[in-house]
């Protein structure tokens, strides 16, 4: 009987992969033919980022940095989708999508005002094309549905991406966000970067589903599965859907096959005691910046050299940004007062003027 509808739909989401954990391709069909320039500028934003990563982690500890959620492991995941955006393109980060909104252009010195909770952090730049980060889990799908629509009906030639994890795709906004997007066929990109847990949660929980690609299919979009820690893939498979968005094609959903390697944040979240070792180590051989270090290198495009230029590049950057940061005045109870509303309540403007008068001491 071939009339397993289940089965069906799950045959349908085999997971894309084009770079093994060898550094090989394996899918040369599917390969999105990058120049040797762009390989080697997404190696150099995949460095860039597990040392800013490293970095962020012991100034958290150090107390310099306030809310920080870790992102290693999840560079191909993270960047080599960011990668397939245009400038102009709209980001709907969540809160661990920071790096790609420093590669869609937003200054690093914002990302630590906001890790700060420093509302200059919330002051995106008018020509960096980015929302601030959900921290509400899916409210970023909806938020995306009407983006799109906006791009859409202004005739734009543009695409809204977000990014969310696999525990949000048990939420409403998630169904709501995709649906809504299917029935108005907008130009949506959304990627559920699937990192096997919701903080403690494992997936196995959150759904009975064996892909979380599959809940496309009840919205009425593309849905696909691609391995997370390849750069390649994950490429792949944004700029397709990308270029189906901008033809009118519509919407898709990506799930990412991915790993974060660190706590979920940096607020005492302890992995050790619902990850075990194995499977830790299972997926520190999926690195994907190893994988893609042995594909450039075969390649002559990379080197021990390269590298280390980078690293520095990128510690001198976190140095810069941190000392700019610290030089932007301390937040004052009056900027949180005066920031809520264009127009105080009562109660708030006597607040206000209470506060204004302590500070000026
Ligand atoms: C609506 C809502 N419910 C609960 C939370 C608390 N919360 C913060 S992160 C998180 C887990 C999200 O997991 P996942 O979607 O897999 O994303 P990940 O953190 O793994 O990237 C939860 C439940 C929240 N922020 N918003
Ligand atoms: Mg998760």
Same mark, same amino acid.
């Given at each position: 009987?071939?009339?397993?509808?289940?089965?069906?739909?799950?045959?349908?989401?085999?997971?894309?992969?084009?770079?093994?954990?060898?550094?090989?391709?394996?899918?040369?069909?599917?390969?999105?033919?990058?120049?040797?320039?762009?390989?080697?500028?997404?190696?150099?934003?995949?460095?860039?980022?597990?040392?800013?990563?490293?970095?962020?982690?012991?100034?958290?500890?150090?107390?310099?940095?306030?809310?920080?959620?870790?992102?290693?492991?999840?560079?191909?995941?993270?960047?080599?989708?960011?990668?397939?955006?245009?400038?102009?393109?709209?980001?709907?980060?969540?809160?661990?999508?920071?790096?790609?909104?420093?590669?869609?252009?937003?200054?690093?010195?914002?990302?630590?005002?906001?890790?700060?909770?420093?509302?200059?952090?919330?002051?995106?730049?008018?020509?960096?094309?980015?929302?601030?980060?959900?921290?509400?889990?899916?409210?970023?799908?909806?938020?995306?549905?009407?983006?799109?629509?906006?791009?859409?009906?202004?005739?734009?030639?543009?695409?809204?991406?977000?990014?969310?994890?696999?525990?949000?795709?048990?939420?409403? !906004?998630?169904?709501?966000? $995709?649906?809504? *997007?299917?029935?108005?066929?907008?130009?949506? @990109?959304?990627?559920?970067? %699937? =990192?096997?847990?919701?903080?403690?949660?494992?997936?196995?929980?959150?759904?009975?589903?064996?892909?979380?690609?599959?809940?496309?299919?009840?919205?009425?979009?593309?849905?696909?599965?691609?391995?997370?820690?390849?750069?390649?893939?994950?490429?792949?498979?944004?700029?397709?859907?990308?270029?189906?968005?901008?033809?009118?094609?519509?919407?898709?959903?990506?799930?990412?096959?991915?790993?974060?390697?660190?706590?979920?944040?940096?607020?005492?979240?302890?992995?050790?005691?619902?990850?075990?070792?194995?499977?830790?180590?299972?997926?520190?051989?999926?690195?994907?910046?190893?994988?893609?270090?042995?594909?450039?290198?075969?390649?002559?495009?990379?080197?021990?050299?390269?590298?280390?230029?980078?690293?520095?590049?990128?510690?001198? !950057?976190?140095?810069?940004? $941190?000392?700019? *940061?610290?030089?932007?005045?301390?937040?004052? @109870?009056?900027?949180?007062? %005066? =920031?809520?509303?264009?127009?105080?309540?009562?109660?708030?403007?006597?607040?206000?003027?209470?506060?204004?008068?302590?500070?000026?001491?």
């Amino acid at each position: 009987m071939t009339t397993n509808l289940e089965q069906t739909i799950e045959e349908q989401f085999e997971t894309l992969q084009i770079l093994n954990v060898k550094g090989e391709i394996v899918n040369k069909s599917a390969d999105p033919q990058l120049s040797d320039d762009e390989l080697k500028e997404l190696m150099k934003r995949m460095v860039y980022t597990r040392i800013w990563d490293q970095r962020a982690i012991s100034l958290n500890r150090q107390g310099r940095l306030g809310f920080y959620a870790p992102v290693a492991g999840q560079e191909a995941s993270m960047l080599a989708s960011e990668f397939a955006m245009e400038k102009e393109d709209w980001l709907l980060p969540s809160y661990r999508d920071i790096p790609q909104m420093v590669w869609h252009g937003l200054p690093l010195v914002k990302t630590f005002l906001y890790s700060r909770g420093h509302f200059e952090g919330g002051k995106i730049p008018d020509d960096v094309y980015t929302l601030m980060p959900q921290i509400i889990i899916a409210a970023q799908c909806t938020q995306t549905a009407g983006v799109a629509l906006g791009l859409k009906k202004r005739g734009k030639k543009n695409v809204a991406f977000t990014y969310f994890g696999d525990g949000a795709t048990s939420q409403g !906004d998630f169904y709501e966000g $995709l649906n809504f *997007a299917g029935a108005f066929n907008v130009p949506a @990109v959304f990627i559920s970067q %699937n =990192n096997r847990f919701a903080i403690s949660v494992p997936v196995e929980k959150q759904s009975a589903t064996k892909t979380l690609a599959q809940k496309a299919v009840a919205a009425g979009i593309k849905g696909i599965q691609v391995d997370g820690m390849d750069p390649l893939a994950v490429y792949a498979a944004a700029k397709n859907a990308r270029e189906r968005a901008i033809n009118g094609e519509g919407p898709t959903l990506i799930e990412t096959l991915t790993y974060r390697y660190g706590p979920h944040t940096m607020a005492g979240d302890d992995p050790t005691r619902y990850r075990t070792e194995d499977l830790d180590s299972e997926w520190e051989l999926k690195d994907p910046l190893v994988r893609f270090r042995i594909y450039l290198e075969n390649k002559g495009l990379w080197s021990k050299e390269i590298e280390d230029e980078v690293v520095e590049t990128a510690k001198e !950057d976190i140095k810069k940004a $941190l000392k700019e *940061a610290d030089q932007i005045p301390k937040q004052k @109870v009056s900027d949180l007062i %005066n =920031n809520m509303y264009e127009n105080l309540p009562q109660n708030l403007q006597e607040q206000l003027e209470e506060y204004r008068k302590k500070e000026s001491k």
